[in-house]
């Protein structure tokens, strides 16, 4: 909207700017004033209350970017030839506004991944993911601000440093401690997990068992090092399938899964089902040691979970 000039006597000043696009930021930012993930203590153990969770931290995460992008827009404004101080002071007041509620929303963040890398919720990578990605743009943003607008800057989201929040994904086991990369060998420890052991009966005879699941043993048994590794972290494997690498090479990757979306039967549910659960790709060179890592989350559907689809809004859990 085209702002119109006043006038005083034969001189003509601009009115300072009013920022209307951003008065629902800020009535939501207000309304969050308050909130905390202490309600979800008890609630994120069952699987509607980890659906209501991440349906309220991902319109704080929305919030934060619509913020952070806010402000980004708002430190390219430059007050017009002649403008008077008003119009200068409304920009630099602006923007204070929009970073003290960005700070408030990203320890609102800080709260509810804190709850969930806490509470071992693999369904929460995603947002650890995007909040990473906000506080680092902002930190690479805030870089071009002092370069060239001379505004004050917004370097860092309050309670998003990139310490705390690889630090939620350690806790988590993903990241760098994704595949047993951080695990100990469990082979070494005390209280063998049962399925490095061949299944035997109370007089320690083995127990016949399937073809299928002897081949199953064989292969738990012969494992290598990275490959126990990564067991002892989220238990037996899921597949194992020949990886395309280059020509002649042998690599494999092992497939595992924490969590299930399916249901494992009408009208009841799998022991360990979520609105989300996490997949992980471990994929191991010709000598079983571990070369990349991979993981996706995935939701009921099974496809790997958006969290903002291309009209900026929260996705559907």
Request: with cysteine.
């Amino acid at each position: 909207m085209m702002m119109a000039a006043t006038f005083t006597g034969c001189a003509r000043t601009l009115p300072p700017p009013t920022f209307a696009d951003h008065v629902g930021i800020h009535e939501r930012a207000e309304y969050a004033k308050g909130a905390g993930a202490v309600l979800y203590l008890s609630r994120v153990q069952r699987n509607d209350g980890r659906v209501a969770y991440l349906q309220e931290l991902d319109g704080y995460l929305l919030l934060l970017r619509q913020l952070t992008l806010a402000f980004e827009k708002t430190t390219g404004m430059q007050p017009p030839p002649k403008a008077t101080a008003s119009y200068g002071d409304a920009i630099a007041d602006e923007l204070r506004a929009l970073q003290q509620e960005g700070d408030q929303v990203g320890k609102l963040v800080r709260d509810f991944l804190s709850l969930g890398a806490a509470r071992r919720l693999v369904e929460v990578l995603p947002e650890i993911v995007e909040a990473r990605r906000l506080a680092k743009a902002r930190g690479e943003a805030a870089k071009r601000e002092v370069a060239h607008t001379g505004w004050p800057a917004w370097s860092v989201i309050a309670g998003l440093s990139d310490e705390s929040l690889l630090n939620d994904l350690r806790l988590l086991g993903s990241g760098p401690a994704a595949c047993g990369a951080e695990t100990p060998d469990p082979t070494t420890r005390p209280g063998m997990p049962d399925f490095f052991i061949q299944a035997r009966d109370s007089e320690g005879a083995e127990v016949q068992v399937s073809a299928e699941l002897k081949r199953l043993y064989a292969r738990i048994r012969s494992a290598t090092k990275a490959q126990r590794k990564a067991m002892g972290q989220y238990g037996p494997y899921k597949s194992i399938f020949a990886t395309k690498n280059e020509p002649g090479a042998k690599n494999e990757t092992w497939v595992f899964q924490v969590g299930s979306v399916e249901r494992s039967g009408q009208g009841s549910t799998a022991v360990d089902f979520r609105p989300r659960a996490l997949r992980i790709e471990c994929e191991y060179n010709q000598t079983g040691d571990l070369d990349r890592a991979r993981e996706i989350v995935v939701d009921q559907n099974g496809d790997p979970v958006v969290l903002f689809p291309a009209d900026g809004s929260p996705a559907h859990h």
